[in-house]
């Protein structure tokens, strides 16, 4: 059976998943299943200690039945780009939804799947500066 999957980061921002995860479980009667980049513990925003279920690489899209990530400042910085936009194209390609949540939607938007889709994000500029930003921290 299909679980909702929600990627799990030092800084996440833990409030943003409260109901969804609350109601996917209570009247979904979904498994929810927590990912980590790595399989150490993760702080939240609120200070909420996590060990991740398991991590990016051994998501296998087909048990997703939703993909959640949530805001935190670290979609402003330097993350494992290249780890999760590896994941994100291979649920877009199997039309799995992922829900990016705030600032979320820029690992998206970096990772190419934004173009031409509406989505909730913050204003086109934000999402053009932090991708900008991001750019200008790898080449240095």
Aim: charged share 20%; proline share 4%; aromatic share 6%.
């Amino acid at each position: 059976m299909a679980k909702a999957y929600v990627l799990l980061f030092d800084g996440y921002a833990d409030w943003e998943l409260g109901h969804v995860l609350a109601e996917l479980r209570r009247h979904g009667k979904v498994e929810v299943v927590s990912v980590g980049f790595t399989d150490r513990a993760v702080v939240s925003m609120g200070g909420l200690r996590v060990i991740p279920d398991t991590i990016l690489s051994h998501v296998d899209p087909q048990e997703v039945l939703i993909f959640i990530i949530p805001g935190g400042t670290i979609w402003e910085g330097e993350y494992p780009a290249a780890a999760l936009e590896q994941i994100l194209h291979r649920l877009e390609e199997q039309r799995i939804p992922i829900a990016a949540i705030c600032a979320a939607t820029v690992a998206v938007a970096r990772g190419g799947l934004l173009h031409g889709r509406k989505h909730t994000s913050n204003s086109k500029e934000y999402l053009s500066k932090c991708i900008e930003t991001i750019q200008k921290v790898q080449i240095m």
